[in-house]
């Protein structure tokens, strides 16, 4: 029935603009957030009535200027996705729009919600009807349905009530443009960051506050779990809607998601990055010539690794950005191809070099096994992997796309030799998990891909 996988990793951006044109603030937002996801992005924009442009690509790509000059309003939202394997179906791209008799309203989210296939079912079964196989659409009717009001009536509390009573459990941040204001909620668990902030130009949320950078900041602030922002032509309040739960912050969002510029969850990601790369390097004993980065995820921790060791960060591979994720490919033979089409080794920088090589994650193997064999095609010597992420063993069931169980190297081969044999690496050290939990704190904080049930490190 569905081809998409319900929990997906997205980036956010929505918000009120006092000049009365909020697209390009959205557009500029987006351009920020676009780390998060590069398969599709839309904008709604609008009040009473609303435009919504959207489509598969990325943000340059798809608000081109014929794109923009329809998006007219003082309101909007925008959203930019990742989708995973086989999800990339442009009709799936958010934001998601109803034109409801009492005005439009359109939502856009970051996340994963139980019970969306089941509450879709029963949907189904009395006869409602999908356009898409997106859990977004589901919390869109649900809200729609339970409030039975048109939504220019709706109020902040109206749509904290149907989330309460209808998705008490889930990692999600949401937005909504509706006919007189947008507003925004954080899942009381406070998963996914969500960041508001104030600017001479208006009233801005977004995923990660770097979005905020083309802005006249006056104040930006950290949207607490449980709490959202409704923002109005006149201002705009923070609000409790959920008790906080036990606060679960992803330190994935960390070590892979979020830009090195954003400060989420109280903490700066760069110099996270930093710090994690200094615990590598500390207790390391081997004697490399140069640190390589794995781009882009790996680099903020190389240079970490690099100032605390004292070796020298080379650009002994070079990563082409645009060329798509090989992450999502389905079939391993389309993974590996598209890490030998990303990157490219540098002969000059690695040839005769025992080289120290940091990235911050190992899931499947493929795109250590695959750098491996082209920096050892282009001369390198020994090759010592360092990753600034304990091992990951286990899925996720809040929104991080990681595949099934049995496909984690880390599933496969248990310890740090057998997966170094198994990428063909000299040697693998993984962060210690006491050593993540030494910089992030031992609660407030989801863990569970490091933690799989009864693994023993
Ligand atoms: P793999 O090639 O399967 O070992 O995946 C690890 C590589 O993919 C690392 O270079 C990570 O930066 C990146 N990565 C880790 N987690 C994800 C994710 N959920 N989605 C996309 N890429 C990821």
Excluded at 73 to 92: C, E, L
Excluded at 285 to 307: C, H, L, Q, W
Excluded at 325 to 333: A, L, N
Aim: net charge negative; glycine share 10%.
């Amino acid at each position: 029935m569905f081809s998409d996988k319900l929990g997906e990793e997205c980036g956010i951006f929505a918000g009120y603009s006092k000049n009365g044109d909020i697209a390009p603030h959205i557009k500029n937002g987006l351009l920020k957030l676009q780390h998060r996801g590069q398969e599709s992005a839309g904008i709604a924009t609008g009040d009473f009535t609303q435009t919504l442009h959207k489509n598969k690509g990325l943000v340059t790509e798809v608000f081109d200027d014929i794109a923009m000059k329809k998006l007219t309003g003082k309101f909007g939202i925008g959203h930019v996705r990742y989708s995973t394997q086989g999800g990339s179906n442009p009709v799936n791209a958010q934001p998601f729009l109803i034109d409801c008799a009492g005005g439009c309203v359109s939502i856009a989210h970051n996340g994963n919600v139980k019970k969306a296939m089941e509450i879709r079912d029963e949907f189904e079964k009395n006869g409602g009807v999908f356009v898409t196989s997106s859990d977004s659409e589901v919390l869109l009717r649900c809200v729609i349905s339970d409030l039975k009001k048109p939504p220019d009536q709706w109020s902040f509390e109206d749509i904290g009530g149907c989330l309460k009573k209808d998705f008490p459990e889930g990692a999600y941040s949401l937005v909504f443009c509706l006919p007189n204001k947008v507003v925004a909620y954080r899942d009381p668990c406070g998963y996914r960051p969500l960041m508001l902030c104030e600017a001479k130009e208006g009233y801005f949320i977004a995923s990660e506050d770097a979005a905020f950078d083309s802005l006249e900041v006056i104040k930006i602030v950290e949207i607490m779990p449980g709490e959202g922002v409704e923002i109005t032509e006149t201002g705009c309040e923070t609000k409790n809607w959920a008790q906080c739960g036990s606060e679960s912050k992803c330190v994935f969002e960390h070590i892979y998601f979020a830009a090195p510029a954003s400060t989420i969850f109280g903490k700066n990601v760069y110099q996270v990055r930093f710090e994690l790369g200094t615990i590598l390097a500390k207790d390391d004993n081997i004697k490399p010539d140069i640190v390589v980065p794995v781009m882009e995820s790996g680099f903020t921790a190389a240079i970490g690794y690099s100032r605390e060791s004292g070796v020298p960060l080379e650009t002994g591979l070079l990563c082409d950005l645009l060329a798509g994720r090989s992450f999502i490919q389905p079939t391993q033979e389309a993974r590996v191809n598209k890490v030998r089409e990303k990157f490219t080794p540098v002969r000059p920088a690695v040839e005769g070099k025992t080289v120290v090589l940091i990235d911050d994650s190992i899931v499947r193997g493929t795109t250590s096994t695959a750098i491996i064999k082209m920096l050892r095609a282009a001369g390198a010597g020994q090759i010592h992997v360092r990753l600034s992420s304990p091992m990951i063993v286990n899925t996720c069931s809040w929104g991080v796309d990681i595949p099934t169980k049995s496909e984690l190297i880390a599933h496969r081969f248990g310890t740090e030799e057998e997966i170094s044999r198994a990428i063909g690496a000299d040697s693998v050290r993984y962060l210690n998990p006491g050593d993540l939990k030494a910089v992030f704190g031992e609660s407030g904080w989801c863990y569970k891909c490091f933690m799989g049930d009864g693994f023993v490190y």
